[in-house]
């Protein structure tokens, strides 16, 4: 049985640019994306925090220590600039890969700048 885990996740990124006519879909700053091992064209999940819109696009390089995150083509319609937004990446794992398996997360500042790192969510209490 295959499973679609969590491969990576860029917590709270802020929104740099909304460039509607830009080749495209998500510009992210290159050492972001070496940290999470998101690959350029590799499929990410864009959750907008800011206004709850939600889409699947792809990565694509942006300036290596830029901070940059910006929503190009189409995308540039569900975020704007400053937008607080939530970056995933998922990957198919076998069920006993997937029970050992933890994903590269990254926690942001307001300029995009690593808070921290993490391969655990703690467990969420009442």
Known sequence: M???M???KLHQARVTHA????DGSCA???KLLALTGILPFEQIHVYNITNGERLVTYAIRAQSGSGIISMNGAAALKASPNDSIIICAYTQ?????AQIFEPKLVYLNEKNQVRRTSGIIETQMA
């Open 28 to 30: 992210i700053d290159e």
């Open 93 to 97: 794992l076998a069920q006993a890969q």
């Open 19 to 22: 460039e509607p006519d830009y």
């Open 6 to 8: 969590l491969k990576a």
């Open 2 to 4: 295959q499973l679609t």
